[in-house]
T-cell receptor, first 113, second 107 residues
Framework: DSGVTQTPKHLITATGQRVTLRCSPR?????VYWYQQSLDQGLQFLIQ???????AKGNILERFSAQQFPDLHSELNLSSLELGDSALYFC????????????FGPGTRLTVL | KNEVEQSPQNLTAQEGEFITINCSYS?????LHWLQQHPGGGIVSLFM???GKKKHGRLIATINIQEKHSSLHITASHPRDSAVYIC?????????FGTGTRLQVFP
């Protein structure tokens, strides 16, 4: 158990819908990262927050957005869902930003029908 | 060409064998991560290194910054080591992932 929690574990929804994925980092960690793992593209970095502020952005679509709240938990919002958004979404956390070991949550499996 | 390349893509071994997985990268990095992903999907961080060598139990990771190459070694492999091993380069706060090496260890 990494200490990072993600909810829900599984999510099935339809195209065009909007969903919210939630992540709680390890106690004391200030950074939260979001990753997408799809069959055709592998693992990709989406976005990083550090202590409430966006710190780094990767291949995140405009239909996706994230935020980190004052209690340091984070949410990833996915809207206007498409079939291709079906993937495993991982959250990870680390103590600081940059060169720190990252601890991964169990992931949320999103299926868009 | 991917910025992070792993080889081999698939690896089969008999229990007890010495395993080596290679990772090459073409970008400047501040660190390199080795991750393990089990069949259920969970990801575990094995190592983060920026120079030299690290050892944890039967796992050893090395990195050569000049050659832009890292290796993950598993000594005395065991069926429970069966998983996908992923290297990831840390490039200015972003992790760039290799495509993974699927390892199967048979008794």
């Amino acid at each position: 158990d990494s200490g990072v929690t993600q909810t829900p574990k599984h999510l099935i929804t339809a195209t065009g819908q909007r969903v919210t994925l939630r992540c709680s980092p390890r106690s004391g960690d200030l950074s939260v990262y979001w990753y997408q793992q799809s069959l055709d593209q592998g693992l990709q970095f989406l976005i990083q927050y550090y202590n409430g502020e966006e710190r780094a952005k990767g291949n995140i679509l405009e239909r996706f957005s994230a935020q980190q709240f004052p209690d340091l938990h984070s949410e990833l919002n996915l809207s206007s869902l498409e079939l291709g958004d079906s993937a495993l979404y991982f959250c990870a956390s680390s103590v600081g930003a940059g060169k720190n070991e990252q601890f991964f949550g169990p992931g949320t499996r999103l299926t868009v029908l | 060409k991917n910025e992070v390349e792993q080889s081999p893509q698939n690896l089969t071994a008999q229990e007890g064998e010495f395993i080596t997985i290679n990772c090459s990268y073409s970008v400047g990095i501040s660190a390199l991560h080795w991750l393990q992903q089990h069949p259920g999907g969970g990801i575990v961080s094995l190592f983060m290194l920026s120079s030299g060598k690290k050892k944890h139990g039967r796992l050893i990771a090395t990195i050569n910054i000049q050659e832009k190459h890292s290796s993950l070694h598993i000594t005395a492999s065991h069926p429970r080591d069966s998983a996908v091993y992923i290297c990831a380069a840390l490039v200015t706060d972003k992790l760039i992932f290799g495509t993974g090496t699927r390892l199967q260890v048979f008794p």
